[in-house]
């Protein structure tokens, strides 16, 4: 049995520990590693809950929604519904992929995106405790030429004020086609320079930057702080360039990182498209590498 001298001798040492180390160290919270839910999307579809429970069981904490559905709800549950089974799981849901909607489905408008019932999509948003709501895709439709573009400045600015009046930051995902010159001008710097730097922002994927032959170093020199949001998915050592589990691949993520703060991110969700087998496989070895090297 311990004795009531040794207890208190090891108290004081604890203490001691904690007063040297500092509170924030000795009790640190473990880092927020997020995953982008559309790699493990087939599960989702089929078993939300268990799916979500595997994401957390692998270690992590923070995740992206891939969709939010023309009935309006997430993964088949509602706002309070969703956010309570995240919340079981030790998950927070920080971001959520939105689609613009011009492009109709079957002849009729998709609700829940960003040209129709928006407010609705922010409400639940907010219900959720998302702190952004990010533009994930333009469809072919969706894209055309350089004026086009400039109309979708004017509704992202839209779409970012009416977020703003919730809390929730605004931000538009870039693949590669907004990198395909007309008339010697990126799309991208017109979404950039044409809408307003507070209420819209950008979640660069680092793995579509480089698939565009840019360079994320050189747009968060020109566009300090624009850049809170980051998707970091690898690219293969294959010529065929295909997705790969974060380490395994060519893109340099640990230069990347240095430059955090000079992008402005505050979170990163992991994302794979395409896995060779189990995405749950794939997701694990991409937080492995990420946990060791990275945070």
């Known amino acids: 049995m311990t004795s009531r001298r040794v207890f208190i001798k090891s108290a004081s040492a604890l203490s001691a520990a904690v007063f040297v ?7 640190a919270s473990p880092p927020v590693i997020g995953l982008q839910l559309y790699t493990v999307r087939d599960a989702m579809g089929t078993d939300p809950l268990g799916t979500l429970q595997k994401v957390a069981q692998i270690g992590y904490n923070s995740i992206e929604n891939a969709t939010y559905t023309g009935t309006e709800k997430f993964y088949g549950m509602d706002a309070a519904t969703y956010k309570k089974v995240l919340s079981e799981n030790g998950l927070v849901a920080n971001s959520g992929h939105y689609r613009l909607g011009e492009e109709q489905e079957k002849g009729t408008d998709v609700k829940g995106t960003i040209l129709h019932d928006w407010q609705r999509a922010v409400d639940d948003a907010s219900a959720v405790g998302l702190k952004y709501m990010v533009c994930a895709y333009l469809s072919t439709n969706e894209r055309g030429d350089l004026d086009h573009y400039k109309k979708l400045a004017d509704i992202f600015n839209k779409a970012g004020e009416t977020c703003k009046k919730s809390g929730i930051q605004f931000c538009y995902h870039n693949h590669d086609f907004e990198f395909q010159a007309q008339n010697g001008v990126f799309p991208y710097d017109i979404i950039l320079e044409k809408t307003d730097k507070n209420n819209v922002k950008m979640e660069v994927d680092l793995y579509w930057i480089k698939k565009a032959g840019q360079d994320p170093l050189a747009l968060f020199q020109k566009h300090p702080g624009r850049f809170p949001l980051w998707h ?14 974060v380490g395994t691949g060519i893109i340099d993520f640990k230069t990347i990182f ?23 496989d794939s997701i694990t070895q991409s937080y492995k590498f990420i946990r060791s090297n990275l945070v």
């Open 21 to 27: 180390k500092g509170p924030l160290t000795a009790f």
């Open 232 to 245: 970091v998915k690898d690219m293969s050592k294959e010529a065929d360039q295909s997705f790969a589990a």
């Open 258 to 280: 240095q430059h955090k703060d000079q992008a402005g991110m505050k979170f990163f969700f992991v994302e794979q498209d395409k896995c060779p087998g189990s995405p749950f």
